[in-house]
């Protein structure tokens, strides 16, 4: 039985294992710290559940080969309840407001009332939303093991949105905002993503949201991890955790195992790699070893950016009146750091009662999006010393504007954790405190990298990064995609579970 190393305990790693482990390898996954989650991860402060990751996880509705990989990998299984709320964003501009709806309709006529002179653009706005409920990604195999049939088969799902895709991949919410006359309106258009991020992302997100194919799964980020832990070790793998990886042990250009920071050598017939890219290239490789397509990423920061974001995990009342999933108000001062920031979300965790809340408080997480200048911010303040006194600066700030937001309940209201791009680089070694992959701007070109690294044998690449802008979706897929490129090299069919 041949055995391979998977370097990192998140949703990728845990696809990776539970798929080879099934076609008859025996893994073992190295995560770096305590809990497994990687990316998609949950922690306690103050008895309350702090998420990490999941807004919305899409894939959940029956019938899609999303949804398959979802249930072979336990991350949701028939009995997962998953959380949908009809009123995803509330905008607030000083005493205006508007919701925007998972529901179409209620949709496009909320926006109508606030808007009545943008009603023309209202319609196709709503119309373009509703053509990518028919946009799926081909996640059943790479690209590169695809036979015709598959081929076809892709073809024919994506054939009459692909273009559609494509044009609206080379178009910024900025740039299209500009078709409304309502400032309000134009505003949250181009805020309602994080920033850089192009027209067809949030079209993405709309359209499967609005399909009830997108929701939350009980339990948040952990829970999900742990379900696809308990199946991976149901098939027989095994994880090692609060060690790291130091180096991939090569001979003669193939992968031979791992190094640890203990020094202990693990030897393998493979290694699959789901770490942060430029961690993997420059310290696991020991930058030995270069592929184009991430090289030019990682150079031009502008075109390639990364997602990150400021947050303040507030312990909350259970009664607080304003249930909205989130808001985003308009700031009568900005927010300065690495720049002004005019806008602030909050995002309401009430919903999930499986999830811990001591005495009856729940949690409510305010941030600021922001890309690698905001990590170079909160890094030269780590760098400079006075990285504590700025956390505690903006858990105020942003407490002080949360009690406006929820007045009924402001006096009980508390910061209990704070978290910045410098938590996110030390917990994931991601680059400048990235969750995600690289943001897919207008002018960045997809990626689908193919998990080889050139020169190097017996070795594979997973995880968000090698997927276009990332995220869970492309982390699961990618976990599968390495072990059906294990399978083809070593000439062994891909059993399906």
């Known amino acids: 039985m041949k055995k391979v190393i998977i370097i990192g305990g998140g949703v990728a790693g845990f696809a990776a294992g539970t798929y080879l482990q099934f076609n008859g390898y025996q893994t073992e996954i190295i995560e770096k710290n305590v809990v497994a989650g ?62 925007l709806y998972s529901d179409l309709d209620k949709f496009q006529k909320e926006l109508i ?49 692909y273009p559609l895709v494509s044009k609206t991949s080379k178009i910024s919410p900025e740039d299209y905002a500009n078709r409304f006359k309502n400032e309000a309106l134009r505003q949250s258009m181009c805020d309602f ?41 149901s098939l027989g793998g095994k994880i090692r955790k609060g060690i790291s990886v130091k180096k991939v042990v090569i001979d003669n250009d193939v992968a031979k195992g791992v190094l640890l920071t203990n020094d202990e050598v693990l030897y393998s017939d493979w290694v699959v790699s789901t770490t942060p890219v430029e961690h993997c290239l420059v310290d696991l490789l020991e930058n030995k070893y270069h592929d184009k397509k991430f090289d030019m990423r990682l150079a031009n920061e502008k075109i390639y950016p990364i997602y990150t974001y400021t947050a303040v995990a507030i312990k909350c009342p259970n009664t607080v009146k304003d249930t909205s999933l989130s808001i985003k108000i308009e700031l009568d001062e900005p927010i300065v750091l690495d720049k002004e920031y005019k806008y602030l979300s909050f995002r309401n965790y009430g919903y999930d009662k499986t999830v811990k809340g001591a005495d009856n408080y729940c949690v409510i997480q305010v941030s600021l999006h922001g890309d690698d200048n905001m990590y170079y911010y909160w890094k030269n303040i780590k760098n400079s010393g006075n990285y504590k006194e700025e956390k505690s600066r903006i858990g105020e700030l942003f407490l002080s504007l949360a009690k406006q937001v929820y007045p009924d309940v402001a006096d009980d209201l508390k910061v209990i954790d704070v978290v910045t791009p410098c938590t996110y680089e030390r917990y994931l070694n991601s680059r400048h405190g990235s969750f995600q992959g690289f943001v897919h701007t207008k002018k960045g070109k997809s990626l689908m990298q193919n998990g080889r690294i050139k020169g190097l044998k017996n070795f594979i690449l997973a995880g968000q990064y090698i997927v276009q802008s990332g995220g869970l979706p492309s982390a699961v897929m990618s976990g599968r995609f390495s072990a059906q490129r294990i399978c083809h090299d070593d000439k062994k069919k891909f059993i399906e579970p």
């Open 113 to 161: 009332a606030f808007a009545p002179e943008d009603e023309k653009e209202i319609r196709r706005f709503a119309k373009l939303v509703k053509k990518f409920q028919k946009v799926n990604p081909p996640c059943f195999k790479p690209v590169e093991l695809m036979n015709l049939f598959d081929l076809l088969k892709v073809a024919f799902t994506l054939g009459g949105v």
């Open 193 to 233: 993503m994080a920033p850089h991020y192009n027209l067809m992302s949030m079209l993405y997100m709309l359209g499967h949201i609005s399909a009830d194919d997108a929701g939350i799964p009980e339990g948040g980020s952990l829970g999900v991890v742990k379900r696809m832990e308990e199946r991976y070790l």
């Open 38 to 99: 990687g990316a998609c991860i949950g922690w306690e402060r103050s008895g309350c559940y702090i998420d990490g990751c999941i807004h919305w996880l899409s894939g959940v509705k029956n019938g899609s080969d999303l949804n398959k990989i979802w249930l072979d990998v336990n991350a949701i299984n028939k009995d997962t309840v998953i959380f949908k709320q009809d009123d995803l964003f509330k905008f607030k501009f000083g005493d205006k407001s508007f919701i």
